[in-house]
T-cell receptor
Framework: QQQVKQSPQSLIVQKGGISIINCAYE??????FPWYQQFPGKGPALLIA?????SEKKEGRFTISFNKSAKQFSLHIMDSQPGDSATYFC????????????FGQGTTLQVKP | DVKVTQSSRYLVKRTGEKVFLECVQD?????MFWYRQDPGLGLRLIYF???????EKGDIPEGYSVSREKKERFSLILESASTNQTSMYLC????????????FGPGTRLTVT
């Protein structure tokens, strides 16, 4: 019940295309859903996050779609660029003050020029 | 800018050695975390600390211990390193409360031979 399942494990997209990464969870107590982006040789960094009271959040070319009833959320990268090539992790947070996150398995995205 | 630093980028140790991984953050964050990152498994929480001298086990604490004597420093200890502890180790920190973002260090790639 504490798992977050992420798919696909890897993704190849042409420049200008749309990249879509999906995550599913089971624990309805999760109250915060961030996405982290990790470039080779670096630690993950927060990309965008959403709370379950909204169905969509957009920041530039990055959009989170959230489906509370299905317990699923996804990251959409519009007009994908080679510079977006990285590993992406979805995560979920339980209702506590510790900030503890449960991470998905990660998706390696390659955007071809 | 928040900065999380880790003592080593690469480390090679022998089976049975005691290994110390150090993490320091400069933003006065209450929470600190140790994860290990393995391909296909995402980020798995080893231990976290929500205050000085306080610690809680994460999902995979076996074979590890931690120490937090000062607010800014969180150490991960491998009591007797084994080959299955070869991995990338990531430290992170965050504030209590509404701001949930975790800030990650660059990681330490540990190889146990």
């Amino acid at each position: 019940q504490q798992q977050v399942k992420q798919s696909p494990q890897s993704l190849i997209v042409q420049k200008g295309g749309i990249s879509i990464i999906n995550c599913a969870y089971e624990n309805t107590a999760f109250d915060y859903f961030p996405w982290y982006q990790q470039f080779p040789g670096k630690g993950p960094a927060l990309l965008i996050a959403i709370r379950p009271d909204v169905s969509e959040k957009k920041e530039g070319r990055f959009t989170i779609s959230f489906n509370k009833s299905a317990k699923q959320f996804s990251l959409h990268i519009m007009d994908s660029q080679p510079g977006d090539s990285a590993t992406y992790f979805c995560a979920a947070r339980g209702s506590s003050n510790t900030g503890k996150l449960i991470f998905g398995q990660g998706t390696t995205l390659q955007v071809k020029p | 800018d928040v900065k999380v630093t880790q003592s080593s980028r690469y480390l090679v140790k022998r089976t049975g050695e005691k290994v110390f991984l150090e993490c320091v953050q400069d933003m006065d964050h209450e929470n600190m975390f140790w994860y290990r990152q393995d391909p296909g498994l995402g980020l798995r929480l080893i231990y976290f600390s929500y205050d000085v001298k306080m610690k809680e086990k994460g999902d995979i604490p076996e074979g590890y211990s931690v120490s937090r004597e000062k607010k800014e420093r969180f150490s991960l200890i491998l009591e007797s390193a084994s080959t299955n502890q070869t991995s990338m180790y990531l430290c992170a920190s965050s504030q209590h409360g509404i701001n949930y973002e975790q800030y990650f260090g660059p990681g330490t790639r540990l190889t146990v031979t």
